[in-house]
């Protein structure tokens, strides 16, 4: 089952939940389970192998103006060695 299959299946068991005044039916109780683990199974894997983010954003955009500023700063000082030649 592909993941985004089964967030779409986990929507869809969300809007029959709320219809039916808040509860699932047994099928539905362990077809919510089993989404759920696989859901929760796939995240863990993106933890594991370091593929999610887990800064905080300000900190990435000041490391990011930082990498900038340094680059910018060699670009000046090759251009201004350039000028002697």
């Known amino acids: 089952m592909k993941p985004a299959e089964i967030i779409y299946q ?5 809007v029959a939940w709320r219809k039916q005044n808040f509860q699932y039916t047994k099928e ?14 796939r995240v863990s894997y993106f933890y594991a192998n370091n593929l999610v983010f887990k800064g905080s954003r300000a900190a990435f ?7 900038a ?3 910018a700063k060699v670009a000046a000082e090759v251009a201004a060695s350039e000028e002697y030649y």
């Open 28 to 41: 539905q109780q362990a077809l919510y389970d089993r989404l759920a683990q696989l859901r929760r199974e």
């Open 69 to 71: 500023a340094e680059a």
């Open 61 to 67: 955009d000041k490391e990011l103006a930082e990498e």
């Open 10 to 14: 986990l929507r869809e068991l969300n």
